[in-house]
């Protein structure tokens, strides 16, 4: 059975700081990682993907992939109230999402 | 450039009842996938179309149904529909063959109750 597993939280972060949202999947044959922000009520947002080794960044979103470890990750620097959201974890090429971690940033 | 566009928005339906549930992709996309979403549960992935032909499934019964058309709409259809089908249903478009052809955008989604 293949799994994304992600951290349920929640995670609380004070504005300003570093949120580190993590996800392990079990298919070593899995290519292609994307991370989605979902806020309540609504539709799943793309936020970035990544399919090598290493880091990726865009903005304020750093996504990093080990796929020794099949671990990867999403680093939200600066962290905003506006980030206080569900984050879901995806590996599109086995069709399958994490349950999600909920992020909540303290003014 | 629209995006994905689903409807209705919200449908209420009873146990036993059948449901047509529609989406439309974004401009350029050519494969549709169907996804149910409990609440508090992330997307859990029901089937993919592409070139009007059934392309993956998941683990759903045989319930859930879909066609896809020749401008790539499609729809879902569940039949005998459950208490336990209450869901938010969400229609995600992709481009097959791109460069990243796993890249999905997510419509609205369309919130089923089944009282």
Redesign the interface.
């Known amino acids: 059975q293949k799994e994304?597993e992600q951290n349920s939280g929640p995670l609380s972060v004070p504005e300003g700081a570093i949120a580190s949202l993590n996800c392990t999947y079990s298919d070593r044959g899995s290519?292609?990682f994307?991370w989605?922000r979902q806020y309540s009520g609504?539709?799943?947002?793309?936020i970035m993907?990544i399919?090598s080794n290493g880091d990726k960044e865009d903005g304020r979103f750093t996504a990093q992939l080990n796929k020794a470890s099949q671990y990867v990750s999403l680093l939200i620097r600066d962290s905003q109230p506006s980030d206080s959201a569900t984050y879901?974890c995806a590996v599109?090429?086995d069709?399958?999402?994490?349950?999600?971690t909920r992020l909540t940033v303290k003014p | 450039d629209a995006g994905v566009t689903q409807s209705p928005t919200h449908l209420i339906k009873t146990r036993g009842q059948q449901v047509t549930l529609r989406c439309s992709p974004k401009s350029g996309h050519d494969t549709v996938s169907w996804y149910q979403q409990a609440l508090g549960q992330g997307p859990q992935f029901i089937f993919q179309y592409y070139e009007e032909e059934e392309r993956q499934r998941g683990n759903f019964p045989d319930r859930f149904s879909g066609h896809q058309f020749p401008n790539y709409s499609s729809e879902l259809n569940v039949n005998a529909l459950l208490l336990g089908d209450s869901a938010l249903y969400l229609c995600a478009s992709s481009l097959v063959g791109g460069a990243f052809d796993n890249e999905q955008f997510f419509g609205p989604g369309t919130r089923l109750t089944v009282l």
């Open positions: 994304v290519q292609s994307f989605y609504k539709s799943p947002e793309l993907f399919y879901l599109l090429n069709m399958r999402f994490g349950a999600g």
